[in-house]
């Protein structure tokens, strides 16, 4: 089977940076993808990493290693509308379905 | 390109009516998944179809059943549904490793 954990809730001040952390099990690691889904909208695709190292996006930066079964996202220069729930995502070889953590809250405060 | 559209997007129902709702996804993509979000619980995948045949399935009873047309359009239906059932279904489709999700239906069983 296939689990993740993801802290439920973060907070962090406008203008900081935060760290979302993302620890999976799964029996066939393909790749990790992170989205983003602001209270009443869609999940919205933030970035996706199958080989080691750090991916740069923006303000927005996604690290994986496979070794440690670990990733996590990385949010730059914090702004208020960076507040939403960040999910991660682990995808199999094949075509298995993408399997999501249960989402991180984030609240960027003043 | 439009994106994924769901239909309806609110519906309210009772205990053991059954339910259909739709997804057309974006020109050109043939996967279409489906998820049942519900607070706390993040994104448990139901099913997934390609090219009209179901290629995934998740762990939920078979009151929850889907197809898929060949315009790659998508129908899910929950039959006898239960106070549990009450959630957001969201439908996306995929392109290489990203999935572009659909605003989804809000269901309610009362």
């Known amino acids: 089977g296939q689990s993740l954990e993801q802290p439920s809730e973060v907070t962090a001040v406008e203008g900081a940076i935060v760290q979302i952390n993302c620890t999976y099990q799964?029996?066939?690691?393909?790749?990790l993808s992170w989205y983003q889904q602001h209270d009443g909208g869609a999940p919205t695709f933030l970035s996706y990493?199958?080989?080691?190292g750090l991916e740069e996006t923006g303000r927005f930066s996604s690290f994986l290693s496979r070794s440690d079964s670990y990733g996590y996202l990385l949010l730059q220069e914090l702004q208020m509308k960076d507040s939403a729930s960040y999910f991660c995502a682990v995808s199999g070889a094949g075509n298995t379905p993408l399997v999501f953590g249960k989402g991180t809250r984030l609240s960027v405060i003043a | 390109k439009a994106g994924v559209t769901q239909t309806p997007r609110y519906l309210i129902k009772t205990r053991g009516q059954q339910v259909t709702l739709s997804c057309s996804p974006i020109?050109?993509?043939?996967?279409v998944s489906w998820y049942q979000q519900t607070p706390g619980q993040g994104l448990q995948f139901l099913f997934e179809?390609?090219?009209?045949?179901?290629?995934n399935k998740g762990n939920f009873p078979g009151r929850f059943s889907g197809r898929q047309f060949s315009n790659s359009r998508s129908e899910m239906n929950v039959s006898t549904l239960e106070l549990g059932d009450s959630a957001l279904y969201l439908c996306?489709?995929?392109?290489?490793?990203?999935?572009?999700f659909g605003p989804g239906t809000r269901l309610t069983v009362l």
């Open positions: 996306a489709s995929s392109e290489d490793n990203e999935q572009f």
């Open positions: 799964t029996s066939g690691f393909y790749g």
């Open positions: 179809y390609f090219s009209e045949t179901q290629r």
């Open positions: 990493n199958a080989l080691d």
């Open positions: 020109s050109g993509h043939r996967s």
